[in-house]
């Protein structure tokens, strides 16, 4: 089908050099993201991509499974080449990559994929991710002992429990998918998706044509959140890539940033609600030419609108009252962690929630990760639940099964090696970061 690319890969702010690699090449695309002292994770990464390059030339492909079997091959092939370097040169020993690499062959894409980069797919305004992590969190979110919008800003988010070059028989995920004209895909490391909100990587790549431009967006906004890793970016367009055309319509909800006249982006007109309420039919009524022979019905027909208006506007606010006090949510209450009613925040100066009860649960006892969440707000399901995740706030993560048991901190490093799906070797852990 011919996919239309730009790639970017950043330092990031905080790192010293720069440990991801990527590869756009023919029908080839992949980021990898080193890891190792010194400069071992380039080489790692580097390795990888100069591995996958061989498959450049190899198609055409019989059928779907070869081109896909090809490229596990060159992916386990690549973790041969590093784990055979990383035993000749005790410099390099111990270094390893995660890898998430795309091959083209007409219209089907087929993804190999090992550790915590992703690949994403832009279709129709939803972006969707293809590749699951290989992390810790990842896995306790599985389980069920982790909440999924608590593995994203998870501090240990970033320990991987698979890579390339730790163990001579890694598991590769591979997949392939049907692509059509107007997809976008999206590969990159967790230096754009640790840092920067799904939400916002799913706005830029909506309204941003340009591949090319679209990469360098995204590692500006990782930037701007601080940089804290390497940033790799590649996003891939096949034939006929519609961006904000034809958005869903509903990033006015999950964003707060889109809406109407929030920035001057011309394209925020037809992504907010703006488009569901019908574009420019109020505006074509108010430009329409007066018809001068009913003069007074008309005044009648505008009082009795103005009238429905002003109903319709106060059954909103008491039923969207009843509504938000119906809610319940946890947050600080000067020192405590408390329960309270309504939604969390304000809404032009006007807070809608009251103080249900404060607990025991004091804000020295709550982790730092768990802390910046209870600022913001944390919404329960109801009462009970509200409760509950407040008991459960000093856990790292939840480990609070039972209403009334104590809450338990499980350590990270307890975990490791307790699950039946993780590697048979020890997770590798990516620098600090
Ligand atoms: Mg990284």
């Known amino acids: 089908m011919g996919l239309r690319r730009g790639a970017a890969t950043d330092r990031g702010r905080m790192r010293e050099g720069n440990e991801d690699s990527y590869l756009a090449a023919g029908p080839l695309a992949a980021v990898a993201d080193g890891m190792g002292g010194h400069r071992a994770g380039e080489v790692a990464s580097a390795t990888a991509m100069d591995q996958l390059s061989t498959l450049r030339d190899g198609g055409p492909w019989k059928d779907d499974r070869a ?6 091959r060159a992916v386990a092939e ?8 990383a035993a000749g040169d005790k410099a390099l020993e111990g270094m390893g990559t995660t890898l998430t690499a795309l091959l083209e062959d007409g219209d089907s894409v087929h993804l190999a994929h090992v550790g915590d980069s992703r690949a994403y797919l832009l279709r129709h305004g939803e972006l969707s991710g293809l590749t699951e992590d290989h992390t810790l969190v990842q896995e306790l979110v599985r389980q069920g002992r982790l909440r999924p919008e608590d593995a994203e800003r998870h501090p240990q988010r970033s ?32 230096g754009l998706s640790g ?11 909506l309204r941003t044509p340009d591949p090319q431009q679209a990469a360098d967006k995204l590692v500006a906004l990782a930037n701007e959140a601080g940089g804290p890793d390497n940033i790799t970016v590649i996003v891939l367009d096949a034939e006929g890539v519609t961006t904000a055309a034809e958005p869903t319509g509903d ?22 609600g703006l488009q569901r309420v019908g574009p420019g039919a109020g505006r074509r009524a108010r430009g329409e030419p007066g018809r001068a022979g009913r003069p007074r019905r008309r005044r009648v027909r505008r009082v009795l609108t103005v009238l429905l208006v002003v109903a319709a506007l106060a059954g909103i606010v008491v039923a969207g009252r009843a509504l938000v006090f119906s809610r319940y949510w946890v947050g600080f209450h000067g020192d405590r962690v408390a329960v309270f009613r309504g939604v969390p925040g304000e809404v032009a100066g006007i807070g809608f929630s009251r103080l249900v009860a404060d607990t025991e649960v004091t804000r020295a006892q709550v982790p730092p990760a768990r802390a910046s969440d209870l600022e913001a707000g944390v919404a329960a399901k109801d009462r009970a639940d509200a409760f509950r995740i407040a008991r459960c706030a000093p856990a790292v993560y939840t480990g609070c099964p039972a209403d009334g048991a104590a809450p338990t901190t499980t350590t990270v490093g307890v975990t490791t090696t307790a699950g039946p799906s993780t590697t048979t070797a020890p997770p590798t852990t990516t620098p600090a970061g």
């Not at 006015?252 to 394209?267: F, I, R």
């Open 67 to 72: 081109a896909g079997e090809a490229l596990k």
């Open 78 to 85: 690549a973790n041969r080449r590093i784990r055979e370097l």
């Open 195 to 205: 840092v920067v909100d799904h939400t916002r990587i799913r706005n830029v790549l």
């Open 159 to 190: 320990i991987i429990t698979r890579a390339l070059g730790v163990d001579s028989d890694v598991e590769i995920d591979t997949a392939t998918y049907k692509i059509v004209p107007g997809d976008r895909l999206l590969l990159c490391t967790d």
């Open 251 to 272: 990033l006015a909800a999950e964003d707060g940033e889109a809406g109407p006249g929030s920035d001057n982006d011309p394209d925020d007109a037809m992504v907010t």
